[in-house]
């Protein structure tokens, strides 16, 4: 009987339980925080970002403008990001996107706090491309949030 009430108390017990959630957020934070301040793909400014993302967009290569996207809870970016600019690029329409981001401008009345920022692509009277992007505090770089 001892033995057993010492299993559960060290294993299935509400406090082991407790304590293993714990741990495994500790171990979650310390690795995202981690892997937010390795991400160095992103500029200092919101422009110098989109700067760099329709550069990789112009030259093709996907795999670096899906890096100038925010990081997911995982410390990655997310794959509708990759397979978004996958589908775009196999649709021939990577230089399409990229010549309407050039005409991007700020929408500085949709700023919902100091680290959010955004830019819109109006044609015709009409929104073609919207970008939100956000602050990479960890690492002191602008990432697009979505697009």
């Known amino acids: ?12 017990s509400s406090e ?7 741990q495994k957020y500790v171990d ?17 400014t ?14 093709g ?22 397979d978004g600019l996958r589908k775009t690029d196999e649709a021939g329409k990577l230089q399409e996107v990229a010549n309407l981001l ?7 009345e949709s700023r919902a706090y100091e680290s959010d920022y955004k830019f819109k692509v ?3 009277d009409e929104l073609k491309i919207y970008v939100d992007m956000d602050f990479n505090s960890h690492s002191k770089i602008w990432k697009i949030e979505s697009l």
């Open 1 to 12: 009987a001892g033995g057993g009430y010492a299993v559960w108390d060290r294993y299935f």
């Open 122 to 124: 109006i044609k015709n």
């Open 61 to 82: 290569d996907v795999e670096l403008a899906s890096k100038y996207f925010m990081l997911n809870e995982e410390g990655k970016v997310d794959q509708k990001w990759i």
């Open 16 to 22: 082991a339980q407790t304590q293993r959630n714990y």
């Open 46 to 59: 919101p422009q110098e970002t989109l700067d760099m993302f329709v550069a990789a967009l112009r030259a």
């Open 28 to 44: 979650w934070q310390a690795n995202y925080d981690k892997a937010m301040r390795e991400d160095t793909y992103g500029g200092k």
């Open 102 to 108: 050039l005409d991007a401008i700020p929408d500085l």
